[in-house]
């Protein structure tokens, strides 16, 4: 019997001392599940409470610091990202057949404020941001450059619908763990731009006749818009 009992009180005290997951990570991976009941002395209860107490006064909230890191990391990719959208919105506004021009002029417009606002954040949360494209977009873009007709249509519907699939991802998951309120606030106001976006590429490659591929898994970043 002492045996056991020491048992459970190391298994409850390894599981104390664990950081915690969001909530949204643990029904992604679906790797970890609650553990049954411990049977457990009220000393030995009261003892591993003050333990616990202890390392939080003394370390912090467990994922606090490390979550802040990955939330500047995505303001400046999420940044990066929708200057790439107005960039390439531009270039499709100009070369673009009709369907293909209107939705180019309303990225360019959407994304412009966007990039803005998210800036404004960025700067509350002292996050310098990138003024150029990603060598994605930039290869992306000189792709697009040597095209015309309906080859460029299809090359941006495609790439345009690729990236909000993944940035519609990203802008989701970190909407559920963004320890910025602020940041939290304007990644779902994004979100629902995103989605609105993904639903004008459909309609305007429907109208272009441009069959479009089926939406992929997204990269499993952490959080972070990517092109």
Do not use: C
């Not at 994922?63 to 939330?71: F, H, K, P, T, V």
């Not at 966007?114 to 992306?140: C, H, R, T, W, Y």
């Amino acid at each position: 019997m002492k045996i056991k009992a020491v048992g459970a009180v190391l298994v409850v005290g390894a599981a104390a001392m664990m950081p915690r997951m969001g909530v949204t990570q643990m029904d992604q991976n679906n790797t970890m599940q609650a553990p049954g009941p411990q049977s457990v002395s009220p000393q030995n209860a009261n003892a591993q409470g003050t333990q616990t107490t202890s390392m939080r006064d003394s370390l912090g909230a467990p994922g606090q610091n490390g979550q802040a890191i990955l939330d500047k990391q995505f303001v400046r990719t999420a940044v990066e990202a929708s200057l790439g959208d107005v960039k390439l919105g531009a270039l499709a506004a100009a070369k673009g057949g009709p369907q293909v021009k209107e939705l180019g002029q309303k990225m360019v417009d959407d994304h412009t404020q966007m990039g803005k606002d998210l800036g404004n954040v960025a700067d509350s949360m002292g996050v310098m941001v990138p003024k150029k494209l990603s060598k994605e977009d930039q290869a992306e873009y000189d792709k697009l450059n040597g095209l015309s007709g309906k080859d460029f249509d299809t090359e941006y519907l495609t790439y345009v619908a690729k990236a909000h699939w993944q940035q519609a991802h990203d802008f989701r998951m970190e909407s559920s763990i963004a320890v910025e309120s602020e940041l939290q606030s304007e990644v779902l106001k994004d979100l629902g731009v995103m989605r609105e976006h993904l639903g004008l590429i459909a309609k305007t490659a429907n109208e272009a006749g441009v069959p479009l591929p089926r939406p992929q898994r997204p990269n499993a970043t952490s959080a972070s818009a990517a092109h």
